[in-house]
Each structure stands twice: as structure tokens, then as C-alpha cells.
């Protein structure tokens, strides 16, 4: 799939102790992260997950291939999203 800047890409869900307690409503909350891009090119390679375990930090969610051969590497940025966002509230 061809991506441009600042495509959203994919949904992530986060652990508790991957978000500083400040920004937690309780110690056990996980929050969503919607991930986009930051690159043009071709999506590749994309982690596939069952949804019921988390990854470690650090995996490697999937690459960007912008044709460049020095830096062909995924770039993303994530941005706290909650349900309610999604309903326009």
C-alpha cells in the first residue's frame, strides 16, 4: 500500500506502564495510539498481532520503502486517541 505524509496507519494499543501515570486515569488503563507516517513510499512488511499479547518495546511494526536506499526505515509518530474522539465528541 502507498502511503503519503501523515497517513494514519494503524491503531495501538498500550500497555500501562509504557504511559506515565500523569496521563493514566487509573494504574491499569492502556490507552490507544493511532501511528502515522512521517515518509511517502510502500508499506511493508507490517507486524501482524492476535491482539491478546503485547509486544515488546522496540519491535519493529513494520518499513516505509521511500526508494531511498539510506534511510528506508519506518517513521511514525503517535498520538493519544480515545474512543470518544472517534464519535466527534
Partial sequence: DAVTEYDPVLIVECAPDFVTEAFRD???QTVKMIIDTQ???IIQNL???DGTTFLP???ELGMIDDSDPTDADWTWQA???TEEEDDGK
Avoid: A, C, Q, R
Fill in 79 to 81: 498520538y493519544l486517541h
Fill in 39 to 41: 515518509d511517502e513510499g
Fill in 47 to 49: 507486524v501482524e498481532s
Fill in 57 to 59: 518495546v522496540g519491535t
Fill in 26 to 28: 487509573y494504574p491499569e
